[in-house]
């Protein structure tokens, strides 16, 4: 089993540029998150999905789009990407939102030229 | 508004000492609180966590303490090793929105 999976690794996008984080997990969990993480910042919260077919947003939601697409799959859009969304961004998974562990996923480091 | 400041932002310990990493909290609905730990280029994993119910939680070397009254609870590393130096950060739980909320991170370097 893979656990929480994303793509890509590395990414390095102009200003204005969009791309899509993709996020996958074989953990037949219910619930996804999208972080981002900056140095002295924490792990911020995005957006998040509790369960498939619905998403709420987070404490850092603009500039950014998600989409749940199955149970499995939770993608992050940057429709014009900005040198702030510079960052590390993280997808985790719960098998429920609230009181059990959030699996998290090896990451995606970005820069926004 | 932070509701959960953690201290201190670094931290340097000697092989076999003890690390102490402090969390407080605002949001008295907050009723869960993990710690998670992360490597230089992987995610955060699951450390230990505890519920408000108890005052003190062991797992091997890693000892959560809560003090409900304070809005406080801390990390203790006992016998540290070079092998735990990583980012630890706390978390808080609880209310409607079941959301996690974290503390901004300790980065912990344990010299051999």
């Known amino acids: 089993n893979a656990g929480v999976t994303q793509t890509p690794k590395f990414q390095v996008l102009k200003t204005g540029q969009s791309m899509t984080l993709q996020c996958a997990q074989d953990?037949?969990?219910?619930?996804m998150y999208w972080y981002r993480q900056d140095p002295g910042m924490g792990l911020r919260l995005i957006y998040y999905s509790a369960s498939e077919g619905t998403t709420d947003k987070g404490e850092v939601p603009n500039g950014y789009n998600v989409s749940r697409l199955n149970k499995r799959e939770f993608s992050l859009r940057l429709e014009s990407a900005a040198p702030s969304q510079t960052s590390v961004y993280f997808c985790?998974?719960?098998?429920?939102?609230?009181?059990?562990?959030?699996?998290f996923g090896p990451g995606t480091r970005l820069t926004v030229l | 508004q932070q509701q959960v400041k953690q201290s201190p932002q670094s931290l340097i310990v000697q092989k076999g000492g003890i690390s102490i990493i402090n969390c407080a909290y605002e949001?008295?609905?907050?009723?869960?609180f993990p710690w998670y730990q992360q490597f230089p280029g992987k995610g955060p994993a699951l450390l230990i966590a505890i519920r408000p119910d108890v005052s003190e939680k062991k797992e091997g070397r890693f000892t959560i303490s809560f003090n409900k009254s304070a809005k406080q609870f801390s990390l203790h590393i006992m016998d540290s090793q070079p092998g735990d130096s990583a980012t630890y950060f706390c978390a808080a739980l609880g209310g409607s929105n079941y959301k996690l909320t974290f503390g901004k991170g300790t980065l912990l370097t344990v010299n051999p």
């Open positions: 953990m037949n969990h219910n619930s």
């Open positions: 949001n008295t609905a907050f009723d869960y």
């Open positions: 985790a998974c719960n098998r429920d939102r609230g009181y059990n562990e959030q699996f």
